[in-house]
């Protein structure tokens, strides 16, 4: 599997950006997608995790309510929508896989769990 995330850039803040995460190589359905950032200093965190087999997404606390999580299954394409950005959220942005089969505590978003990631893409949000 591979992953190609695209769509960062220099945004201001209470601006929106939506990220895209092409899969190549395998169906959404057999594996939970993550996406995580990583600010400077500091470490990745996970954001939202989801799978398309149950279409179910678990969000962390700090994005809950303001990021969506979405696929195009037919695109094997996951996004990753942020209206309203805050300086905070300035980070690159990354998304990863984490077959089914081995990671039934996908939603927990934990680093450990995903296995392949794309190259990320950087979010700055200009205050």
């Known amino acids: 599997v591979q992953l190609v995330e695209s769509g960062g850039g220099l945004v201001q803040t209470g601006g929106s950006l939506t990220l895209s995460c092409k899969v190549s190589?395998?169906?959404?359905?057999?594996?939970?997608i993550g996406w995580f950032r990583r600010a400077p200093g500091k470490q990745r965190d996970g954001l939202g995790c989801?799978?398309?087999?149950?279409?179910?997404?678990y969000y962390a606390d700090a994005v809950k309510g303001r990021f969506n999580i979405s696929s195009d299954k037919a695109d094997n394409t996951v996004y990753l929508q942020m209206p309203d950005l805050k300086a905070e959220d300035s980070a690159g942005y990354y998304c990863?896989?984490?077959?089914?089969?081995?990671?039934?505590?996908?939603?927990?978003?934990?680093?450990?769990?995903?296995?392949?990631w794309g190259q990320g893409t950087q979010v700055t949000v200009s205050s």
């Open positions: 990863a896989t984490a077959p089914l089969s081995s990671a039934p505590y996908y939603y927990l978003c934990s680093v450990t769990d995903y296995g392949t």
């Open positions: 989801y799978t398309d087999r149950d279409g179910k997404t």
């Open positions: 190589g395998g169906p959404l359905d057999d594996y939970a």
